[in-house]
C-alpha cells in the first residue's frame, strides 16, 4: 500500500476543498479507509472513516454536516469533501488504511499512512 495525498491548500472560512488519497497497490479494496488530521501541539484525530464497499461511513462530531467521504475502487481513491471550513479545521490531514474489519477511529489500527496534506483556513 502506497498513499499519496493531494488537494490541500488556504481557503478562507465558509469555503471548500476537496482532498484526494490514491493508493497505488492491487488490494485497495481489502482496506477500510479514513482520514486524519493533526493541529500544532494536538494528537491527531479521526476526522471520517470509510468501510470497504463505501457503504458505511464514521465521522467526528466536530465535522459532521460539513464533510463527506467517499471512495472510488475502480480508481483506488478515497476522497474527503469539506465544506462550510472553520478555522479550527487548519491540520495537517493524513489518509489512512487499515486491513482490520471494524478499526473505527482508533488510530492504532491503521497500519498505512499517507504523507499529509496542509489545510489552512483564514479567518
Known amino acids: 500500500v502506497q498513499l499519496q495525498a493531494s488537494g490541500g491548500g488556504l481557503v478562507q472560512a465558509g469555503g471548500s476543498l476537496r482532498l484526494s488519497c490514491a493508493d497505488s497497490?492491487?488490494?485497495?479494496?481489502?482496506?477500510?479507509m479514513a482520514w486524519f488530521r493533526q493541529a500544532p501541539g494536538q494528537e491527531r484525530e479521526s476526522v471520517a472513516v470509510?468501510?470497504?464497499?463505501?457503504?458505511?461511513?464514521y465521522y467526528a462530531d466536530s465535522v459532521k454536516g460539513r464533510f463527506t467521504i467517499s471512495r472510488d475502487n475502480a480508481k483506488n481513491t478515497v476522497y474527503l469533501q469539506m465544506n462550510s471550513l472553520k478555522p479550527e479545521d487548519t491540520a495537517v490531514y493524513y489518509c489512512?488504511?487499515?486491513?482490520?474489519?471494524?478499526?473505527?477511529?482508533?488510530?492504532?489500527?491503521?497500519?498505512?499512512w499517507g504523507q499529509g496534506t496542509q489545510v489552512t483556513v483564514s479567518s
Open positions: 497497490g492491487r488490494t485497495y479494496r481489502s482496506y477500510v
Open positions: 489512512a488504511a487499515s486491513t482490520s474489519s471494524y478499526p473505527g477511529a482508533v488510530r492504532q489500527l491503521y497500519g498505512y
Open positions: 470509510i468501510d470497504r464497499s463505501g457503504g458505511s461511513t
